[in-house]
């Protein structure tokens, strides 16, 4: 009975394996396409900004995000002059200077047109997530003599500012946002959008990388549902519903089979995002690539399973069994790793603990009750596993 699901073959394995690889790539094609869209930038400032940013040919001109485009020119003394420019209709539009990509940590300039079409524009420090953590008239940029100007110009809003820098600015890693509430004393509701990109200022050679929030996305979800869900859940049909054979195997086999070509996809985007990012996050890559080379050792040993009455059995099931725990204990770690140094928000925490605590209890009780009608079924091996002499 068990026995024909063993005309599961390596090579439909890795056809598969290929599949989910060629799906991965593909998809990152296409978050680059959408996001390579044009904007226009042949707008005549000088009618309506004031000087220094009323120069439409001395502004290098960039469309960086949706309707967002940047302009800048640089000044003697590490000066940048930067207009930046959305489509607005109410709330907020910000500009951030990250020091790695990320919201947390950076320094934005916020404007909008608020009561009485007034305009404003505030420094903001982003020192968490939430809506309380961002300040308004902290952060770390430098600004000028020269005041800032925002103007709401048609449907476009602009925002005029110099910010001065300590060195000659090349590359930066720019936070772009727009929210759909308009700041109520100064305070900055969550944002509709955002993304990140990394931005070269050095003359001539400016070049913009989007930050690759899909993918990023793509790796954490993938990782959660193939090591937070799927594995896990293949792991207890195979403990504790042994009873039902042959159920127990083939749910066993065909969802630790799922679960491992899950989990392989969620590599390839991992790898995939190192290669965009190079962020340095030493611990969280290497444990993944361990555990999914423990993934890969235990779909070795489904293959290479010595017969059920060979006298090795009991080393390989031994071996088995263990492998499995501990790339399932060290997987949990490594999300939560991954979860931290993504600086993932309560949405991924919540999402996952919930994973975590279902499977936690869920392993508890059927472990109580495992031990509870435990000595009976051992003293008296079901007769599929060993067939009576
Ligand atoms: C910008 O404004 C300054 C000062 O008002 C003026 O001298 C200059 O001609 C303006 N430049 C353009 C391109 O309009």
């Given at each position: 009975?068990a026995g024909?699901?063993?005309t599961?073959s390596?090579?439909?394995f890795f056809?598969a394996?290929?599949?989910?690889v060629?799906?991965l790539?593909?998809l990152?094609?296409e978050?680059r396409?959408?996001e390579?869209?044009t904007d226009?930038?042949?707008?005549?400032l000088?009618?309506?900004?004031?000087f220094?940013?009323n120069s439409s040919?001395?502004l290098?001109?960039?469309p960086v995000?949706?309707?967002?485009v940047l302009?800048y020119?640089k000044?003697?003394?590490?000066v940048l002059?930067?207009?930046?420019?959305?489509?607005y209709?109410?709330?907020?539009v910000?500009?951030?200077?990250?020091r790695?990509g990320?919201?947390?940590?950076?320094?934005?300039?916020v404007?909008?047109?608020?009561?009485?079409?007034r305009?404003h524009?505030r420094?903001y420090?982003?020192?968490?997530?939430?809506?309380?953590e961002v300040?308004?008239n902290e952060?770390?940029l430098l600004?000028?003599?020269v005041?800032?100007?925002?103007v709401l110009?048609?449907?476009?809003i602009?925002l005029a500012?110099?910010?001065?820098?300590l060195?000659?600015i090349t590359?930066?890693s720019?936070l772009?946002?727009f929210?759909?509430?308009?700041?109520?004393?100064?305070?900055l509701?969550?944002?509709?959008d955002?993304?990140?990109?990394f931005?070269?200022f050095?003359?001539?050679?400016s070049?913009?990388s989007?930050y690759?929030?899909?993918?990023?996305k793509a790796h954490g979800?993938l990782?959660i549902?193939?090591?937070?869900?799927l594995?896990?859940?293949?792991a207890i049909?195979?403990?504790?519903?042994?009873q039902?054979d042959?159920?127990?195997y083939?749910?066993?086999a065909v969802?630790?089979?799922?679960?491992f070509l899950?989990a392989?996809?969620?590599l390839?985007?991992g790898?995939?995002l190192?290669?965009?990012?190079?962020?340095?996050?030493?611990?969280?890559?290497?444990l993944g690539?361990?555990?999914?080379?423990?993934?890969?050792?235990?779909?070795l040993?489904?293959f290479?399973?010595?017969?059920?009455?060979s006298?090795v059995?009991?080393?390989w099931n031994?071996?088995h069994h263990?492998?499995?725990?501990i790339a399932?204990f060290?997987a949990?770690?490594?999300i939560?790793?991954?979860i931290?140094?993504?600086g993932a928000?309560?949405?991924?925490k919540?999402?996952?603990g919930?994973?975590?605590a279902?499977?936690?209890?869920t392993v508890?009780v059927?472990?109580?009750?495992l031990?509870?009608?435990?000595?009976k079924k051992?003293?008296?091996?079901p007769?599929?596993?060993?067939?009576?002499?």
């Amino acid at each position: 009975m068990a026995g024909e699901i063993r005309t599961v073959s390596p090579h439909m394995f890795f056809r598969a394996s290929a599949f989910a690889v060629l799906l991965l790539l593909s998809l990152d094609d296409e978050i680059r396409a959408v996001e390579a869209q044009t904007d226009s930038c042949d707008s005549d400032l000088s009618s309506f900004l004031p000087f220094p940013f009323n120069s439409s040919s001395a502004l290098t001109c960039r469309p960086v995000w949706n309707t967002f485009v940047l302009r800048y020119s640089k000044a003697p003394d590490n000066v940048l002059n930067i207009v930046l420019s959305a489509v607005y209709t109410s709330g907020w539009v910000g500009l951030g200077f990250s020091r790695d990509g990320m919201m947390v940590g950076s320094s934005a300039m916020v404007g909008w047109i608020g009561k009485e079409s007034r305009a404003h524009i505030r420094q903001y420090f982003l020192r968490g997530q939430s809506s309380s953590e961002v300040r308004v008239n902290e952060g770390q940029l430098l600004g000028t003599d020269v005041s800032p100007a925002v103007v709401l110009n048609g449907a476009t809003i602009y925002l005029a500012f110099q910010l001065k820098f300590l060195a000659p600015i090349t590359q930066q890693s720019l936070l772009f946002a727009f929210g759909a509430a308009t700041p109520h004393h100064y305070r900055l509701k969550e944002h509709e959008d955002k993304t990140s990109v990394f931005f070269d200022f050095s003359a001539g050679t400016s070049s913009i990388s989007s930050y690759p929030h899909q993918l990023k996305k793509a790796h954490g979800a993938l990782a959660i549902f193939a090591w937070g869900v799927l594995l896990p859940v293949g792991a207890i049909f195979a403990r504790y519903f042994r009873q039902f054979d042959p159920l127990w195997y083939y749910l066993h086999a065909v969802i630790q089979f799922a679960g491992f070509l899950i989990a392989l996809a969620s590599l390839v985007a991992g790898v995939s995002l190192y290669n965009k990012l190079h962020v340095n996050v030493l611990a969280h890559r290497g444990l993944g690539i361990f555990v999914f080379v423990l993934a890969i050792l235990q779909v070795l040993a489904f293959f290479l399973r010595p017969e059920k009455d060979s006298k090795v059995r009991r080393y390989w099931n031994w071996y088995h069994h263990w492998v499995g725990r501990i790339a399932l204990f060290l997987a949990a770690v490594n999300i939560v790793l991954g979860i931290q140094v993504g600086g993932a928000g309560n949405g991924w925490k919540g999402g996952y603990g919930f994973c975590l605590a279902v499977i936690i209890i869920t392993v508890s009780v059927l472990e109580v009750m495992l031990c509870l009608r435990g000595p009976k079924k051992a003293a008296e091996p079901p007769s599929f596993q060993m067939p009576p002499q």
